[in-house]
């Protein structure tokens, strides 16, 4: 096999930029297999990330297959959670793997979540492959201290960040075991303890002292976001994902700034044109917060009647919380609404999906930190979840031009597939209401609590002055009550006349 020889050198499109090639095409078209070919072509020591370990594997197996003809074979690397006979966390035994690579022909397969824990000197040389959108790039929450916030406060000290009113949480030198913090916080705060503690995150918190955190009623805001631009430290960075414009991955990168994206097409243009069908069951839009009311679930259970008696035999997911309304009602196979890279449902020829990804309260550090709309934070996961989901049915074969059938919940959710289909090369794409299942007009609220973007919590010393002028203020209405009572009396004397100076 011929190969291709890559400097070693970060590639800079401008003094102090990075660059990176997003290779974009139609869903199928060969984007993955694209990275495997390139990688096996390159004498260079290279990474490739998945967002999964399944899929992993499933490049292990191919790379393997691919390489066997060869004299030189590369030396294929795993490093992931599900490795027998390992032990220690998994981002520091890819950061020894990393490290221990002594050959050019290294090729090192591990995870998205693994990748984002490392610093830019931990991949100064490697070249990197990055197969998919990044997953748990940004997370947030919110979290009550209480009495707790002194198990922190031995364990980070509180640095401003870049943003006003943010402070990074910095381990510090001599904090106490992570094990005993995680005993005395609790289970709330594991996500923020494992990103705090990940050499490649950042953690950050919306108040100044850990001593706020004691203010009765105050809940911490906390987020990490991480984007493609922490790898610029790699040799090069290849990324293959469809749907990146619009991403959360995107407005990401833009934050960071510093990036230059350069769109590479690969991949052939479709053969076969299918006819796809995509099937709304109402006008209310999906929502979680709905569907956990008396008449969200009553459509919910019209909706798996329908699956029901239909026949219906392709693939499905739903929400967690709303799953068992389908589970052994209808048939066909269930899957997780996630599943970016899957290349093993070609053989179905239909999909549904029941499922609602809009802006959380928690979600209102990420929607401050990148200035997005709850519509952005919507179309930017629940729309790109449903395409990525249908899309790996048999509409993703090049040639497939048969009868595919898409069921979601609602109208909005209907239009805007069908938007992103016929952008992804699908001409034949047609929306149909199914108003028989008699929930086309179901009415009710549609969404939780609105997150709060501009609110900011009390501090300590905006408590304690608080409190200092309420203490005035009720000496004050002290006084002059004891002031009318006793005129009220007759026992009241006013103020002397002041004495004169000799």
């Known amino acids: 096999m011929q190969r291709t020889e890559f400097s070693t050198t970060p590639q800079q499109a401008l003094a102090g930029d990075f660059t990176f090639q997003l290779l974009h095409g139609t869903p199928g078209g060969g984007k993955s297999t694209t990275i ?225 994206v350069e769109v590479v097409p690969v991949g052939a243009e479709r053969i076969g044109q299918p006819q796809v069908r995509v099937y709304f069951y109402t006008r209310q839009p999906a929502s979680t917060a709905f569907w956990a009311k008396p008449q969200g679930a009553a459509c919910l259970v019209a909706i798996s009647r329908h699956l029901e008696a239909a026949g219906f035999d392709g693939y499905w997911a739903a929400n967690e919380k709303i799953t068992p309304y389908f589970v052994g009602r209808i048939g066909g196979e269930q899957c997780s609404p996630k599943l970016a890279g899957t290349n093993s449902l070609r053989h179905h020829v239909s999909a549904a999906l029941l499922y609602s990804a809009k802006a959380t309260p928690n979600d209102a550090a990420i929607m401050d930190a990148l200035g997005l709309s709850r519509e952005a934070i919507r179309a930017a996961r629940e729309d790109q979840d449903i395409f990525q989901f249908v899309t790996r049915g048999a509409i993703r074969d090049a040639d497939f031009d048969g009868l595919f059938e898409i069921h979601v919940y609602d109208e909005g959710q209907a239009q805007r597939l069908q938007d992103r289909l016929i952008a992804g090369g699908y001409t034949d794409v047609m929306i149909i209401p199914i108003p028989e299942v008699g929930i086309m007009d179901a009415t009710g609220s549609v969404s939780g609590a609105t997150p709060n973007t501009g609110s900011k919590p009390e501090t300590a010393a905006e408590r304690n002055e608080r409190r200092r002028l309420a203490e005035v203020e009720r000496g004050r209405r002290r006084r002059a009550s004891d002031k009318n009572s006793k005129i009220a009396n007759g026992t009241y004397r006013g103020r002397g006349r002041p004495r004169r100076s000799s």
């Not at 594991?190 to 919306?206: D, F, K, P, T, Y």
């Open 36 to 260: 495997l070919k390139g990688a096996l072509a390159l004498d260079a020591p290279q990474i490739i990330a998945v967002p999964r370990i399944d899929l992993l594997q499933q490049h292990v197996a191919r790379l393997r297959e691919m390489s066997s003809g060869e004299t030189e074979p590369p030396i294929i690397v795993e490093i992931h959670s599900r490795q027998p006979g390992t032990q220690g966390k998994v981002e520091r035994r890819l950061r020894d793997a990393l490290d221990a690579a002594t050959s050019p022909r290294t090729l090192i397969l591990t995870t998205h979540a693994a990748l984002m824990g490392q610093e830019p000197q931990d991949i100064e040389g490697w070249h990197i492959w990055w197969d998919e959108l990044p997953e748990a790039d940004l997370v947030s929450g919110k979290v009550g201290l209480g009495a707790s916030w002194p198990a922190l406060a031995a364990i980070y000290d509180l640095v401003p960040g870049a943003q006003p009113g943010w402070f990074q949480l910095v381990l510090r030198r001599d904090a106490i075991g992570l094990r005993q913090v995680l005993g005395d916080v609790g289970r709330d705060l594991v996500e923020l303890h494992r990103l705090a503690g990940s050499r490649g995150r950042i953690v950050e918190v919306n108040i100044g002292a850990w001593a706020d955190a004691g203010v009765s009623g105050c809940e911490v805001q906390w987020r990490s976001i991480w984007s493609l631009a922490m790898l610029r430290g790699c040799a090069s960075l290849q990324v293959a994902a469809a749907g990146y414009k619009g991403s959360l991955a995107e407005y990401a990168v833009q934050r960071a700034g510093g990036v230059r």
